[in-house]
């Protein structure tokens, strides 16, 4: 068994290291290329502060940007016996570097190390969810214009109610995302502030200079006070966790729809035949496996704040190896999201719509309204115009020619698209992405 940084002269019983190393060198496998970029800023400002030499400072650069490299290639592996992604990369730089390797870790504690690494993950992963989220975007507002003037019925208690259109369908769940994407950036400008220097949760005696390693690794300012630093470590999972459950409740919903408005009773769309699966005694059957996956792991994603929290509340401020076990439900669900999104892009661009629903009088009740609104329009008291239809639909006596006039904003003939888009576009732009991406290229001498 290798020896652990924290290891004096007793080793740990190997059953007890089992049980506390758990899955961490797993889920430390997602942070692995973001503890090399910490390290390089750390460095970077050690030596500035004397604490390392120019010389050094050279040659761990070189080997960390090494290392970077492996990671960006699928090579790196957090060896056998090596406890964290921490303790792995110093390994390596000892190994090469000698006893320069032994020096990075001055002024630092794996407590602030983790938290930054998170930090720089959580970041990356918003970056690419919200890039995801923003091509559903469009693929949404694109139908809902292509299909403005196709009606279908609008529901309430799953009883047919009153005029609806495609327009209307697709582009409810277009705003739908521009407010989670607003979440998604309140998520992000929290988790974008630097808590490296904060060390065991206490600071340090060294001169630390963290406006420095703020600036190095493009984060917005500071976690400036030391142990509200550390008190961020499971705050920073729970509030992006809301961020995705949001988004993930968009899909599930926009799921079922799907799910069944595609079904034989309903027959308002069709999902492509390749995203459909079969049964293997049925031969007509065309399932929407898809999205009823999707509906059950955005459901499931919809449960992790709570998980997080059930793990993280109560815990009074200071470090706890509680918060290990916050990595294994969260790190993951990113890339599930993302799936998710990916499938619903796929699908929401390739769906075939009715036209023709409103052909089936069985829809004809749903022009009610109209009628009462026109007689009101026309004179009427509203309370009597609706008796008068309440009544001729009664008798068997209604009808209408199934058209529609709605003109204000947001309605069926009037439906803001444009306004949706320029609302989207503005929180886009409000992450500031490309300053992240920057400083980390400069980091790395791109």
């Known amino acids: 068994m290798a020896q652990k940084l924290w290891e004096k002269n007793v080793q740990v019983n190997a059953e007890i290291d089992r049980f506390t190393v758990g899955r961490d060198r797993e889920m430390d496998m997602y942070l692995a290329k973001y503890d090399v970029l910490g390290s390089m800023a750390h460095i970077t400002m050690l030596e500035s502060i004397g604490l390392l030499t120019s010389d050094e400072l050279k040659i761990l650069l070189e080997e960390l ?3 970077y490299a492996s990671v ?4 790196f592996v957090i060896e056998d016996g090596i406890e964290d992604v921490h303790s792995q990369v110093e390994l390596m ?3 090469r570097l000698g006893d320069v390797g032994k020096k990075i870790h001055s002024g630092r504690s794996r407590n602030d190390q983790v938290l930054v690494d998170l930090k720089l993950f959580i970041r990356a992963q918003l970056k690419s969810v919200a890039e995801a989220v923003e091509r559903l975007f469009h693929v949404l507002i694109s139908q809902s214009n292509r299909y403005k003037d196709v009606l279908m019925p609008g529901y309430t208690h799953l009883q047919i109610a009153m005029p609806s259109s495609f327009g209307l369908w697709f582009g409810a769940y277009a705003e739908s995302l521009v407010d989670d994407m607003m979440f998604l950036q309140a998520a992000y400008k929290t988790c974008n502030r630097n808590p490296l220097g904060s060390a065991a949760g206490y600071g340090s005696s060294f001169p630390l200079d963290r406006e420095m390693t703020t600036r190095l690794l493009g984060f917005d300012s500071m976690n400036y006070n030391v142990v509200y630093a550390q008190m961020g470590r499971g705050k920073v999972e729970r509030n992006v966790s809301f961020a995705l459950a949001s988004i993930a409740g968009t899909l599930s919903k926009m799921a079922f729809d799907a799910c069944m408005f595609s079904c034989q009773n309903f027959g308002f769309v069709k999902l492509p035949d390749e995203c459909t699966t079969g049964s293997s005694i049925m031969p007509h059957k065309k399932n929407p496996d ?3 996956l999707t509906r059950a792991k955005c459901n ?11 793990i993280m509340n109560n815990l009074p401020s200071g470090y706890f190896r509680d918060l290990q076990i916050i990595k294994e439900v969260f790190l993951p669900a990113f890339e599930e999201l993302e799936d998710c999104l990916q499938m619903a892009t796929y699908i929401m661009e390739k769906i075939k719509i009715n036209e023709h629903i409103l052909d089936d009088d069985k829809y004809l009740y749903m022009f009610s309204v109209e009628e009462v ?9 509203f ?5 008068k239809v309440g009544l001729d639909i009664e008798a068997g006596n209604f009808s209408h020619d199934k058209t529609v006039h709605h003109t204000h904003a947001g309605s069926i003939g009037n439906l803001c698209n444009d306004k949706i888009e320029e609302l989207m576009q503005q929180v886009v732009s409000g992450f500031n992405f490309e300053k992240v991406i920057q400083a980390e290229n400069s980091l790395l001498g791109r």
């Open 373 to 381: 609104n026109r007689l009101a329009s026309e004179g009427m008291p």
């Open 72 to 75: 960006e290639r699928g090579e």
């Open 65 to 67: 940007k090494n290392i």
């Open 383 to 387: 309370r009597d115009a609706y008796k």
């Open 290 to 292: 898809v999205f009823e």
């Open 93 to 95: 730089l000892t190994r």
């Open 300 to 310: 499931k994603i919809q449960a992790l704040p709570q998980q997080i929290m059930m």
